[in-house]
Antibody, heavy 123, light 109 residues
């Protein structure tokens, strides 16, 4: 059973960089056919896709966040990471990591999610 | 970019059938996936590829997709089905971006 676990600081100061790591167990980040993703959810609001990365290094980012987002994969400890620069209070959210996998029709869905971690950026 | 529209809330009595719509331009031409999220928990996939269920998801959960609306249907609604539900698509037209609907709060009366 694939499991994902987010880790990182729960409090980030405005203008600094938010850094999170997702540790994957029960599967390899080097497995083909998957993208490794970050999604966030501000308190009381809906889900927002941040972006995803393939182990080959291919990345796709939400255009609204693209200028501030960097994702990477580290195959040795089976992890992938998120960096979001120049954070402000509206970046306060629960951040989830998840695995995107392809259906038989060539579309992708999130089959596995981490439990989420709350990151607060004070105003 | 592609937009998915969901009503903020849907209410249903126990034992009845709930339908949660997800609107999008020609959404019937793509696959729609649905997630259930209970308070304080991560989302859980309940339907993928419009109408398929992952293992462990009750048959009460079903889906359909045609023209400009996809629908998640929950039959014989139980109190435990009360949650937020999100639709999601993989938008090939915008270079493989993921799009979520705004979410619908299902209230069991």
């Amino acid at each position: 059973q694939v499991q994902l676990q987010e880790s990182g600081p729960g409090l980030v100061k405005p203008s600094e960089t938010l850094s999170l790591i997702c540790t994957v167990s029960g599967g390899s980040v080097r497995s083909d056919g998957y993208y490794w993703s970050w999604i966030r959810q501000p308190p009381g609001k809906g889900l927002e896709w941040i972006g995803h990365i393939h182990y080959s290094g291919i990345t796709k980012y939400n255009p609204s966040l693209k200028s501030r987002v960097t994702m990477s994969v580290d195959t040795s400890p089976n992890q992938f990471s998120l960096k979001l620069s120049s954070v402000i209070s509206v970046d306060t959210a629960v951040y989830y990591c998840a695995r995107l996998q392809m259906t038989g029709y060539g579309f992708y869905y999130f089959a596995y999610w981490g439990q989420g971690t709350l990151v607060t950026v004070p105003s | 970019s592609y937009v998915l529209t969901q009503p903020p809330s849907v209410s249903v009595a126990p034992g009845q059938t709930a339908g949660i719509p997800c609107g999008g331009n020609n959404i019937g031409r793509t696959s729609v996936h649905w997630y259930q999220q209970k308070p304080g928990q991560a989302p859980v996939l309940v339907v993928y590829d419009d109408s398929d269920r992952p293992s462990g998801i009750p048959e009460r959960f079903s889906g359909s997709n045609s023209d400009n609306t996809a629908t998640l249907t929950i039959s014989r609604v139980e109190a435990g089905d009360e949650a937020d539900y999100y639709c999601q698509v993989w938008d090939r037209s915008s270079d493989h971006h993921v799009v979520f609907g705004g979410g619908t709060k299902l209230t069991v009366l």
